[in-house]
């Protein structure tokens, strides 16, 4: 014991048979290692930590399979189980955890019954396979859910036969459920003090009435109040049963702070400096509505003298039609300064946005843009009707740093011409792809393939933002913003094809940094679909990548690999490129 700090104590652990895993679980379930490691010196702590690791040694081991183990914990050399709880020990030097963890059980009988139809047990819960406790509480909890999967709410496991054959180290497991009856929803009961409207509320969860009880209602429910913003806390609780077999849900909701501001910065280097701001209102008129104002200035001691600018503003009504789908009323002016073309455009929308599953969003509008334009084509003015139409299929594992899964976003804009304008339409989808490797899923392997086409309008007949071009952060890094397009007799535009292929090896050095490695390739061609005259480039580099609490900081370098571009490119935001 010499050299222990005055006061310290030394806590041994030893496994019968020197099983590093057992010792490795039982070193996390115990308090006594716990203290030793927090440099806790009061002895009746120690004691109180040494009586309680009894049970929870024990219970670790049986969670392992382990149903017949001997514990014994000496206090410098008392069993520590032998002392009254209110023992006053002057100090304590050494505690000494011995631990015999017998013979490992396999389930004997395993058997969860009544089930309803296509209930699913855990396949460790079977005859031959290891016991413990763990596997039997989600054998009960995979029967219980398998019931109210289909409507009994009330179900609950009944009746336990857990039988310990020692001679021959079996677990029988007999578990039985009473389903109960079939239950339908009853009234949505609100509670707390909320400044939004009870029926909105009500209207926002959309928990149908008399409609078999399902328990992924209740959590859709859940997200669409959470995902309005404008409540800080959710809860839903099952009520008792109404005489009628249907049951109540109790629904309380604390409210958010109404209002909220942010600003965000992002710097490449030949584009120079992009600021934006926001400024929200959540419960804009009583009803959840998100009132939002935007604005975004960028191109800040970039290549060019003139400024971009946009400013927006939006009006969410949750909740509106049905519960999954949000009305949005939008308004929009935009200076535009692009290598290629100026542009002062507006634009009004009345749109709706409906969430079909947790993956699935679809979307559609009307709207009305106007743009006043000036490039290699002379001055012109656009007036178009849009009816804007958009889906998006999300199962990415994370949206700022996804590891796995796959994303899909599809847009299609038919617009009809006013004042002369022409009539045509605009495909655009992203497709991202993301796979993980190794055990701490440190190496990460992302595709994204992007491809556009305009349609019915020629390339002077339809406006330049809504041609496509390549280069910069979301196309083709290691080359300017936009800087392939067409020229064709000498005038530089955009193109009615657009095909951009980026893949990535993301690999994390520690918890908090990681480095990228990746290579674009972009396409642009004056036709509506591609052909040989269009035009390629493509750009590689490397990365690095700092995790926050709001994703993970991103610093790229870049180069051209292929194109007319030069030089090195640097681009530095949050989240990862795609």
Known sequence: ????????????????????????????????????????????????????????LVGALYDAGYFGPVVRILIDGQEAATLPPLTRLPSVRQVR?????????????AEVAPLAPGTELPEQFARGKAAGTATIREAAAAGVDGWRGVGHAKAEVTRQEITARHEVAKLDVLLGITPGPLVRFGRTVVSGES?????????????????????????????RLRRTGTFSSVTLREGELNPDNSMDIALAVVDAKPRRF??????????????????????FLGGAERFRVDGEISGISGSTDTLDYKFSVSLTRPATLTPETDMILRANVEQLSEPTYFSQQASVSLGFTRQVSRQLTTEVALGYRYSDVEDDLGKRTFQHLTLPLGLTWDRRSDTLNPKDGTYLRFEAMPYAGLGGSASGGRVYADARAYRAFGEEEGVVLAGRMQIGSVMGS?????????????????????????????????NETGGRSFLGLSTEVRVDFTDS??????????????????????????????GLRYQTGLGPIRLDVATPVSGSGNGVQLYLGIGQAF
Do not use: C
């Open 1 to 56: 014991m010499t050299g222990f700090p005055a006061g310290a104590f030394d806590a041994k652990l030893k496994v019968a048979g020197g099983d590093d895993t057992i010792e490795g679980f039982l070193t996390q379930a115990s308090l006594v290692i716990a203290a030793e490691t927090d440099g806790q010196t009061n002895p009746q702590d120690i004691l109180a930590a040494a009586q309680a690791d009894y049970g929870r």
């Open 97 to 109: 955890i011995e631990v015999d963890p017998g013979r490992r059980f396999e389930f004997g009988r």
């Open 195 to 223: 400044a939004v409207d009870e029926g909105r509320i009500r209207e926002i969860a959309g928990i149908p009435k008399n409609e078999v009880f399902d328990q992924e209602i209740l959590e859709d429910a859940a997200t």
């Open 262 to 283: 942010g600003f965000g910065a992002e710097v490449e280097s030949t584009d120079g400096l992009t600021l934006s701001a926001f400024w929200l209102h959540r419960n």
């Open 458 to 490: 020629s390339i002077a007949e339809t406006p330049p933002d809504l041609l496509f071009y390549s280069g910069g952060s979301g196309t083709v890094r290691g080359h300017s913003y936009q800087s392939l397009g067409i020229t064709s007799g000498g």
């Open 513 to 542: 940094l990681g480095g990228v490695v990746f290579y674009d390739m972009g396409y642009i061609g004056a036709n509506s679909f591609m052909d040989d005259t269009g035009g390629w480039h493509s750009g590689a580099g490397l």
